[in-house]
């Protein structure tokens, strides 16, 4: 037996995000979003999903700060739709959208739980779509506006901050790749809005120094891991070349003020070109007070001639997957958080989501979701070993607290530690939710 023990410091959490769970996308002055725009069209989202109703956490958010603290997390990270904060995508706000979240933000100070909330997690407001979205520079201005005025709204009450969340998936993912929303399929694109992302994230943390100059303010980039196949330099570096699209590209502009020369050169091998404009670098250099890292899977890469924009595929060996497919690779967790602190040095890190697709259902009152209890204890024994080695780790936030809108897979892929039926929106506890509670409670487990 080896006792897992985390520092008494150590915030817990769990994690949502506005279109994935609220629902009630045409009420109360809700305007549309790119999601309702490309799930509402057929051959997008799996089963032709949606998030008109989703978990209907905009009617049923007290049941699920009930079980946040029936859970015991010190933080909800949650996220702020501003399609209906702000209907029109900059200028006027909508004082029933504002209610939502200011009653959200009461009921949980009331429970004794921190919010943190993400200012932009993939719901961009149509209207702002229809003039060219991240790719025209005026988001860039319209997101400052949003951020702003959310500011001046929760920031007596609020002092955790995300700008934006995963970058890398709301610019390479959606114009790129084609899989999120908007659906496009133009480097071009890709690399305008990661910038443009970059350069809104910048923006906004110069607005919160000037606003709420005691608050912290981050972002957070996903990163997966890839371990080189073998010690061959030309596969060591192919999973390099892989690695920077997700991690250096999303952080190296943030913490060295300059983004990776290999890949610039590769997007223009392709066509693609980065645009910087005077004064970008800076701003979205500017410090911030702790990075968030998305992780959920890993795997081993070698170098294949021609295989996509950086030439490397990933291996399939028999690595145990989940039910969404992504191979379990928890030493992978534990290589990303000692890289990003010798690369980057000590600032501070949050695990803003770390989680696992399992589709079990109730039964007889219960679900049994041992393998996401596995998954937890093994990605929680590889945090440990990063905290051990002296990465500054501040929290832990579960992806997620309900099984939600999948985005791409939608309602087929469950991430919860809190079953949800699509009918009736009742919600279960699965097996994980009580052994996360007891190992909040404890402070440690046991393997
Ligand atoms: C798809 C890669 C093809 C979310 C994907 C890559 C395909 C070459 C989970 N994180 O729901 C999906 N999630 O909202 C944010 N993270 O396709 C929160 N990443 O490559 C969760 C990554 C993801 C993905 C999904």
């Given at each position: 037996m080896t006792t897992i023990d985390f520092p008494k410091t150590l915030k817990w959490g769990a994690a949502t995000a506005s279109y994935q769970i609220e629902g009630a996308a045409n009420e109360d002055g809700r305007s549309p979003s790119i999601w309702d725009t490309f799930s509402h069209a057929p051959g997008n989202v799996k089963n032709g999903d949606h998030g008109d109703e989703a978990c209907n956490s905009y009617h049923l958010y007290k049941e699920d700060v009930k079980h946040l603290k029936n859970l015991g997390v010190d933080l909800y990270r949650f996220s702020i739709s501003w399609p209906r904060v702000m209907p029109e995508g900059?200028?006027?706000?909508n004082p029933k959208g504002v209610a939502y979240y200011q009653n959200l933000i009461d009921e949980l100070i009331e429970n004794g739980i921190e919010p943190m909330i993400t200012?932009?997690?993939?719901?961009?407001?149509q209207v702002l779509q229809d003039k060219g979205g991240w790719e025209n520079r005026d988001t860039i201005d319209a997101f400052n506006e949003y951020a702003v005025a959310m500011f001046k709204e929760f920031g007596d009450k609020v002092s955790k901050w995300i700008t934006i969340n995963e970058p890398w998936c709301a610019s390479f993912l959606s114009n790129y790749l084609g899989i999120h929303a908007p659906g496009k399929t133009d480097l071009q694109a890709g690399v305008d809005v990661a910038h443009h992302l970059m350069v809104a994230h910048g923006r906004a943390v110069q607005s919160f120094r000037e606003l709420l100059p005691n608050g912290e303010i981050g972002y957070a980039p996903n990163t997966g891991w890839l371990e080189p196949f073998s010690n061959k330099q030309e596969d060591i570096d192919a999973c390099k070349r892989g690695m920077m699209w997700q991690k250096e590209w999303f952080m190296d502009p943030v913490f060295k003020g300059s983004y990776p020369e290999e890949l610039i050169t590769i997007f223009e091998d392709h066509n693609a070109k980065l645009k910087l404009e005077d004064g970008d670098l800076e701003l979205i250099s500017q410090p911030i007070d702790f990075m968030g890292i998305n992780y959920y899977t890993g795997g081993l890469g070698r170098y294949k001639e021609g295989e996509g924009l950086f030439e490397v595929e990933e291996v399939p060996l028999d690595y145990r997957k989940t039910d969404i497919g992504w191979p379990i690779y928890s030493d992978g967790f534990y290589n990303v958080l000692t890289d990003l602190h010798e690369t980057y040095g000590d600032v501070p890190i949050y695990i803003t989501e770390n989680g696992a697709c399992y589709n079990h259902e109730v039964e007889d009152g219960r679900v049994h979701d041992k393998e996401r209890t596995d998954y937890l204890k093994q990605h929680l024994t590889a945090l440990h070993r990063a905290i051990k080695s002296g990465v500054p780790i501040k929290g832990y936030i579960v992806w997620s607290l309900l099984d939600n809108f999948e985005w791409a897979f939608g309602y087929e892929k469950r991430f919860g530690i809190i079953h949800v039926n699509y009918r009736t929106f009742e919600r279960t506890p699965k097996d994980s939710y009580y052994w996360y509670r007891q190992t909040i409670t404890n402070g440690w487990f046991e393997i």
């Open positions: 900059r200028g006027e706000l200012l932009y997690h993939w719901d961009l407001p």
